[in-house]
C-alpha cells in the first residue's frame, strides 16, 4: 500500500536554479485534475524548518510516486504562518492556456487549434488522438485560450460522437481521446472502494426538445428548426435547448445539428462519487471498471466500464486515497 515513504518531491527554485529535495520535510501530497475545469492543481504540506531558505513562486515542481512521476507543474500559491507548517499550491502547464487574446479561426480542425495557441505559447505538446472534423468559423474576442479549444471539442464532439480532451502528461501538453484511455481497474464491492455518492438528475443538460434558429437576411425572416422527443416529455416536460444559428449554414447542416444534439442531451446525467483506495494510474479521463451490487435497481450495470470526469489522490503518511467523480452513461 502507497504512502509517504514511496513520495520524492524536486524542486528547481526559479530564482537561484538550485535543485532542492524537499522528500523528508514532506507531511502530505494531494493532486487532482478535472476533465474540463482546468488546470492540474496540486498541494504540498511540509516543515519550513527542514529548509535554508525558501523557493519562490515560478519554480518547477516534479514529484514522483515509487519513481514514477505523478506530477509536474510550477508554484503559483505560497502560504506560511507562525507554525512550523507551509502550504504550496501548484498547477500544470493547462495554466497557461489561462492566458488571453482575441483570434479569428476559418474551419480549422480542433487539432490545429490546439496546436496553433500552444505553439504561440511556446508550450510543449501533442496530439495523441485528434480529428478531421473542420468546426465553424469562429471569432474570439477577449477569451482564454483554454475555452477557444474546449469550444472546438465541443462542436467535434457533437458533430462525431468523439470524446477528445486536454491534459498535461508529465511535461507535454496532449489531446487524447478518453476512449483510449481505459485501465484493467475494478473499483467496487470489495475492490478498493470504501464509500459511494450516486446522483441521477434531469436537471441540468437534460433536454428533450432543440430548438434552433436562423436569421435570413434576404426575406427578414426567422427560420426555425426543431428536434424532440415526445416520450421523454410525456415523463419530464418539455426541457429546450435553444442556439442561433450561423447565417451561412445550410438547411442540411442545422437540421444534423438539431438531431445530434437531441441523440447527445436527451437523456438523464447520473454520476456516481466513490472514495477508494489510490492507484496512481488513475487520472481524469481514465476509464475504470465498476462493480456496485447496490446500484443495480438504478439501472447501473454491475461490472460496466466508467470514465473519470474529476480525480483527487490524496497521501499522507499512513494512507494513499482517491476521491473519484465517475461518469456513468
Known amino acids: 500500500m502507497t504512502n509517504m515513504s514511496d513520495v520524492k518531491c524536486m524542486v528547481a527554485d526559479s530564482e537561484s536554479q538550485r535543485q532542492i529535495d524537499i522528500t523528508p520535510i514532506l507531511r502530505s501530497v494531494k493532486w487532482e485534475e478535472t476533465l474540463l475545469d482546468q488546470p492540474g492543481k496540486c498541494t504540498l504540506e511540509y516543515l519550513e524548518s527542514g529548509l535554508d531558505k525558501p523557493f519562490m513562486e515560478g519554480s518547477n515542481v516534479v514529484v514522483s510516486v515509487k519513481d514514477e512521476t505523478v506530477f509536474d507543474g510550477y508554484v503559483f500559491k505560497r502560504k506560511r504562518t507562525e507554525k512550523e507548517a507551509c502550504t504550496i499550491t501548484l498547477f500544470d502547464r493547462l495554466r497557461y492556456l489561462n492566458n488571453k487574446d482575441t483570434k479569428v479561426f476559418n474551419n480549422a480542425t480542433a487539432p490545429e487549434i490546439f496546436s496553433q495557441l500552444c505553439s504561440q505559447q511556446e508550450l510543449p505538446f501533442r496530439v495523441v488522438d485528434g480529428s478531421d472534423y473542420k468546426t465553424a468559423p469562429c471569432v474570439h474576442d477577449n477569451k482564454s485560450l483554454y475555452s477557444m479549444i474546449i469550444q472546438a471539442l465541443d462542436e467535434t464532439m457533437v458533430a462525431t460522437g468523439k470524446y477528445l480532451m486536454l491534459r498535461d502528461n508529465r511535461g507535454t501538453l496532449e489531446m487524447v481521446d478518453v476512449a483510449n484511455l481505459t485501465t484493467d481497474l475494478l473499483i467496487g464491492d470489495g475492490s478498493l472502494l470504501t464509500g459511494f455518492d450516486y446522483t441521477s438528475s434531469i436537471d441540468a443538460d437534460t433536454y428533450n426538445y432543440v430548438k434552433l434558429i436562423q436569421e435570413n437576411k434576404d426575406t427578414k425572416k426567422r427560420e426555425v428548426y426543431v428536434a424532440m422527443d415526445s416520450s421523454t416529455i410525456a415523463k419530464w416536460g418539455r426541457l429546450q435547448y435553444f442556439e442561433k444559428m450561423d447565417e451561412k449554414a445550410n438547411e442540411a447542416q442545422i437540421v444534423a ?24 494510474r488513475v487520472r481524469a479521463g481514465s476509464g475504470v471498471g465498476l462493480a456496485i451490487d447496490k446500484l443495480q435497481d438504478e439501472g447501473v450495470p454491475y461490472m460496466q466500464m466508467v470514465f473519470c470526469s474529476k480525480v483527487s489522490h490524496t497521501i499522507s503518511k499512513e494512507l494513499h486515497k482517491m476521491d473519484l467523480t465517475l461518469e456513468v452513461v
Not at 257 to 280: E, I, P
Request: charged content about 25%; proline content about 0%.
Open 257 to 280: 445539428r438539431a438531431n445530434q444534439l437531441l441523440k447527445l442531451y436527451n437523456r438523464k446525467t447520473r454520476s456516481l462519487a466513490v472514495t477508494c483506495l489510490g492507484d496512481t
